[in-house]
């Protein structure tokens, strides 16, 4: 894979060209601002429909630090762009109306999670009902794994607080405490029913992004491959994790494949390619996967703005204008056969998807639409077709949206979510079920899917999963809106870095 390394640069070019326009005396935060506007006016994907830079004000935004500016004027431009289908912005957010759904800007924290390094405590939160607080995911080698926590178990404390209720101040209280600080006290609750306390801090961690795999063996000689993908990080770190599952399905000839993605908010489009060519039958090798779409800025050579965003690779310095082709003609990728082969007679593939799967899931799953027998089950997926590259700015990187995929059937857009069970998406629409750890059978969702291999349906017999406080859990639609609220800290999108090169 070809490393990219950053030049930290302030685009003096760029402040230099745009002098006409800015006062003598312009502070370094003002000449950022400036940045943010300039660049997305020519490599937003919604470009034309942004105001004018006299009209924008973009140096009248402030907040109670750098970033916190930054990220408003970010959120102001992402607002402008209406989606005709909903005549609302593309990026409108429901759960915070005004901020975007897609854009931000940050210091370098995405290139490291992407890069598979974490720096926080390695674990999530969910409430499947109101009063029953578990742990939905905790990354291997992370802190809350070195303390022996385990997904499912049930958090009764959380820094002296122990009205845990999933009332709207709960929520901001425990983003807050587990995504926004640096250390944090729990009193956990085991599957057994006993209770344990555990202190944790961040610390930074090598993120395998394949949480759980293991195959089970049904009547019929039906075998079934499970694997929970947590995220795209870059092909390096995650490839070997991705072989050596879907290696052990293959020696096991494995009929049927569930493919977890239920929190994977995407990453890097290189590795979300190489599992759809693991994941492809042969007859799709040498056949369009996806293109990209850029503005007609970008894709007829006019965003001259891209000479100020200089990258050093295999000792060569080059810039993005010149030496890259965004041309519609030069960016469809297509189906390769990898060394690991393909699966041959798979019937199904299933693919775990909540509110939390995003982007680079979600291009995973519409890249093998018409190429395989996709089911979905879970709740709608986040819904983000488009893709970006990290624009760096000073010491921040910008990200906003700067391409559209679609399939090779020419679908995409699917902004609302791909929602399981629906006249677009095959499968099982239900509520995420946190009461037991992933490969565990009696898991709701998992269930679905080997009942679907077992007998042809999807619904199981008996009565379905409820809550161990002896409360209904929430609906489906309930479940996304907590999950999509509690993830407001996790990466969600596609990177790719390596655009056609030119001629």
């Not at 293991?214 to 009547?219: A, G, H, Q, R, T």
């Not at 069970?421 to 946190?434: E, P």
Request: charged share 20%; proline share 4%; net charge neutral.
């Amino acid at each position: 894979m070809r490393k990219f390394f950053y030049l930290i640069i302030l685009s003096s070019a760029l402040f230099t060209a745009c002098k006409k326009d800015k006062p003598a005396q312009a502070s370094s935060l003002d000449l950022i601002k400036d940045s943010i506007y300039y660049y997305s006016q020519q490599t937003y994907y919604w470009n034309t429909s942004l105001p004018s830079y006299e009209n924008f004000r973009p140096r009248s935004f402030s907040g109670s630090t750098d970033i916190n500016s930054l990220s408003k004027e970010v959120d102001a431009l992402s607002q402008y762009a209406i989606n005709p289908k909903t005549n609302k912005p593309y990026e409108y957010d429901e759960d915070a109306p005004g901020q975007a759904k897609y854009s931000f800007i940050d210091e370098g924290g995405v290139a490291g999670s992407i890069g598979g390094t974490n720096g926080d405590f390695g674990f999530a939160p969910f409430w499947p009902s109101m009063n029953d607080l578990r742990i939905k995911y905790v990354y291997p080698g992370s802190p809350a794994d070195n303390q022996g926590i385990k997904r499912g178990y049930q958090i009764v404390k959380i820094n002296d607080k122990t009205d845990l209720a999933a009332t709207d101040a709960n929520v901001d209280f425990l983003i807050k405490a587990y995504a926004y600080s640096n250390t944090i006290n729990m009193t956990l609750k085991r599957y057994d029913g006993t209770t344990f306390d555990v202190s944790l801090s961040t610390a930074s961690y090598t993120v395998n992004p394949v949480l759980t795999s293991k195959i089970f063996e049904l009547d019929g000689g039906k075998k079934v491959g499970y694997m929970v993908f947590n995220s795209f990080t870059e092909l390096d770190n995650a490839q070997p994790r991705i072989d050596a599952a879907l290696n052990a399905f293959k020696a096991a000839s494995v009929t049927d494949l569930v493919i977890d993605l239920r929190y994977n908010g995407g990453g890097a489009v290189e590795t979300a390619q190489y599992l759809s060519n693991l994941l492809a039958p042969d007859a799709a090798f040498g056949t369009p996967m996806f293109s990209y779409i850029f503005n007609e800025t970008m894709s007829s050579g006019k965003a001259t703005i891209l000479k100020n965003q200089v990258r050093r690779s295999n000792g060569q310095t080059y810039n993005y204008y010149d030496a890259f082709d965004f041309s519609a003609a030069a960016n469809t990728e297509n189906f390769e056969k990898q060394p690991f082969g393909s699966f041959a007679g798979l019937n199904n593939i299933f693919f775990i998807v909540t509110g939390s799967t995003a982007s680079a899931s979600e291009l995973t799953i519409n890249n093998l639409l018409p190429k395989r027998n996709i089911k979905l089950i879970g709740n709608t997926t986040y819904g983000k077709p488009v893709g970006f590259f990290a624009l760096n700015i000073n010491k921040y990187q910008l990200y906003v949206p700067q391409f559209e995929t679609k399939n090779s059937l020419g679908k995409g857009g699917y902004y609302a979510g791909m929602q399981p069970g629906s006249t677009d998406y095959a499968g099982k629409y239900a509520a995420d079920d946190v009461s037991k750890d992933f490969g565990d059978p009696e898991e709701q969702l998992l269930k679905y899917a080997l009942n679907y291999v077992k007998v042809g349906t999807f619904d199981v017999a008996g009565p379905k999963v409820q809550s161990t406080t002896g409360q209904q859990l929430f609906s489906a639609d309930v479940s996304r809106a907590l999950d999509i609220k509690l993830g407001a800290k996790q990466f969600k999108g596609m990177v790719f870095e390596t655009p056609k090169h030119k001629k």
